[in-house]
């Protein structure tokens, strides 16, 4: 909704601009200013016409294990966090929050700032940077979403509106039901008594989408287990497999092969899942070792030297590449020393404390594709050195060409630390078409470019919005925002 909206914005002539205070995700980008920044920001900020800075997602917390998380702020990892321990930390950073939505609506007509969680968690309204507590501190008007498709819609907007402080109760400028399926003349009776008990409209009912994947979802919870296909359209579509490890990051590293018509995409949670695929891919991870753990426990670690043997791709994208080699010593993330990788490529990681943030352009290819024009992110840890470069990357300051990456079995195994290079039509093509002939097939790559398929959701979600949402009131709403820096504070 907030890309719709930032979409939405941008084509009536308004600059604008995304903004989500404190996100929780493991799917980070790198901001145009050089920070890591959450990935769903980047995609709204794409969506507004904008490049993402840090300062839309000033806070973005890490977890890297059940109650721990490392903690990134304004682009930076700062340190690590427990559950309990982040009351004290939250609010200590009530001041950068702020400044930075600040910055943002003195640069921009509007700013679209996303919530996170349930904005009546009352047992948490302390620590709450990022919902009715901000819009209270910062004057400005909120939207309150909610999943109608859960159930109990009507009394999870009106027991927010009770349960909150009147103070932050009295920020609700309006409701919005979204993901409904059927006819939305049956909930007229509901909505105005709705509207009569809480005195707050309803400003649209949104329906859903349809089964087609968003691209540039939030973090791993938006990644379903099992088979998603892509287009799926050809009589034999090339077969990829990626593995979905319990600490899962940046999984829109595959989003390109859901809008690939000769593509059918699966994420494999056992053994099984790994029988018949053409291209197997170890993607992101925050805790690679304890992921490597998980591998060789459920028994996919073995599958996947299975795959390999029976003639599959293997690639491996940031920890994936780590997984995929010789060694890996750690006192850095995990504080495991050294632990014995896959060892299907020739490759040692080491992990530093000092994480490389840093966006990247250069040229791929092997001597089975020719050469493609790459661009692409890096944010890791680990710097894994080993045999087989297959990329040329420009340098980050001024040097030379820096080779990356890393192959064995004549491009049969390949690694790479670099995220979003599936982005890349030519060299996404030339890796399919390449595992599709060594099974003696052939592959018909997608006529549109990837680039134009983002856009276009963008565009569609915008006109989902122009349909079913009171979009001439929202844009009323923000225009009584208090001027930026004049809000009351925390």
């Known amino acids: 909704m907030v890309a719709g909206l930032c979409r939405w914005f941008a084509r009536q002539g308004t600059s604008v601009a995304p903004f989500k205070a404190q996100n929780m995700s493991n799917h980070s980008s790198v901001a145009v200013d050089g920070g890591e920044v959450g990935r769903a920001q980047a995609v709204q900020a794409a969506a507004a016409g904008v490049d993402v800075e840090v300062v839309m997602g000033p806070i973005l917390l890490k977890p890297s294990s059940e109650t721990g998380s490392h903690i990134v702020v304004l682009g930076r990892e700062v340190g690590r966090t427990d559950a309990q321990g982040w009351g004290d930390r939250s609010r200590g950073l009530r001041g950068v929050v702020l400044d930075a939505l600040t910055s943002l609506r003195c640069r921009f007509d509007v700013v679209v700032a996303e919530g996170a969680g349930g904005a009546a968690e009352i047992n948490l309204l302390e620590r709450d940077l990022v919902n009715l507590p901000l819009a209270h501190a910062a004057g400005v008007p909120a939207l309150l979403v909610v999943d109608i498709e859960r159930g109990g819609a009507f009394a999870a907007a009106h027991g927010t509106v009770d349960l909150v402080p009147e103070h932050l109760s009295a920020m609700i400028g309006g409701i919005v039901f979204n993901r409904f ?16 008990r809480t005195g707050v409209p309803v400003l649209g009912v949104l329906p859903q989408l349809g089964p087609d994947p968003l691209l540039g979802g939030e973090d791993s919870l938006d990644v379903p287990v099992g088979s998603v296909r892509g287009g799926g359209t050809g009589p034999d579509p090339v077969r990829v497999v990626a593995v979905r490890l319990p600490h899962l990051a940046n999984p829109s590293d595959l989003d390109p092969l859901h809008h690939e018509p000769d593509v059918a995409l699966s994420w494999a949670t056992g053994t099984g899942d790994l029988a018949g695929a053409d291209v197997v891919v170890l993607p992101g991870s925050r805790a690679t070792v304890a992921d490597l753990a998980w591998l060789r426990r459920t028994g996919i670690a073995d599958a996947i030297v299975r795959a390999r043997s029976d003639g599959a791709v293997v690639l491996g994208i940031c920890a994936g590449q780590q997984l995929l080699g010789r060694r890996i010593v750690d006192h850095v993330e995990s504080g495991a020393g050294e632990v014995e990788g896959l060892g299907l490529l020739d490759v ?12 990247r352009t250069g040229v791929a290819g092997t ?8 661009a692409g992110y890096q944010i890791h840890l680990g710097r894994a050195c080993g045999e087989g470069a297959w990329l040329h990357l420009d340098p980050v300051v001024d040097g030379p060409a820096e080779a990356e990456g890393s192959s064995a079995s004549e491009g049969g195994v390949l690694g790479t630390s670099v995220h979003g290079l599936l982005d890349a039509d030519g060299l996404r093509a030339a890796l399919l078409a390449d595992a599709a002939d060594r099974r003696g097939r052939s592959f018909r790559p997608s006529p549109v470019r990837f680039a ?4 276009a959701q963008h565009d569609r979600l915008a006109d989902w919005l122009d349909e079913h949402l009171d979009t001439t009131a929202v844009a009323a709403l923000a225009s009584t925002a208090t001027a930026p820096g004049a809000g009351p504070g925390w």
């Open 181 to 196: 399926r059927g006819d939305p003349g049956l909930l007229v009776p509901g909505i105005d008594e709705l509207t009569a």
């Open 367 to 374: 001597h089975r594709w020719g050469s493609h024009g790459v």
């Open 348 to 359: 040692d990681t080491v992990f530093h404390p000092d994480k490389v943030v840093a966006r």
């Open 452 to 455: 134009d398929r983002l856009d």
